[in-house]
Each structure stands twice: as C-alpha cells, then as structure tokens.
C-alpha cells in the first residue's frame, strides 16, 4: 500500500470533521455568516456526511488488507 492511499482518507476525514464544526458553528452562531446561503447549507451537509462515511469506510477496508 502506497503512502498517499493511506493518508488521503485520512486527511478527507479531517478536513470534512472540521468543515461540519464550523457548519454547526454557523448554525447556532448566525453573526459568524460562514455559509451565507441557505440554499448552501443542505447540501454542504450531505457532502460533508458521505466523505465521512467513505473516508471510515476506507480506512477500515485499507486496514484489513
């Protein structure tokens, strides 16, 4: 297993952990404005979701290898 196969979910995973912080950031604290359209939110959240479920699903197929 490459170095990059084994760090990329991982790196996925941390990033979308942190982008849902600051989205339920936005949420209680409105005067943040970080995501300024709601039409945005949704959607945003959904992405956010699926690559934290693909990067676990990733790491613990790669770790099972």
Known sequence: MS???GILPHICLDLAVI????WVL?????AMQFLSRDVFKIPF????I???VESI???VYQRRR
């Open 19 to 22: 982008f849902l912080v600051l």
């Open 3 to 5: 170095v990059r196969k």
């Open 45 to 48: 959240l959904a992405f956010l």
């Open 50 to 52: 699926l690559v934290i």
């Open 26 to 30: 936005d949420r209680f604290n409105g």
């Open 57 to 59: 699903v990733l790491i």
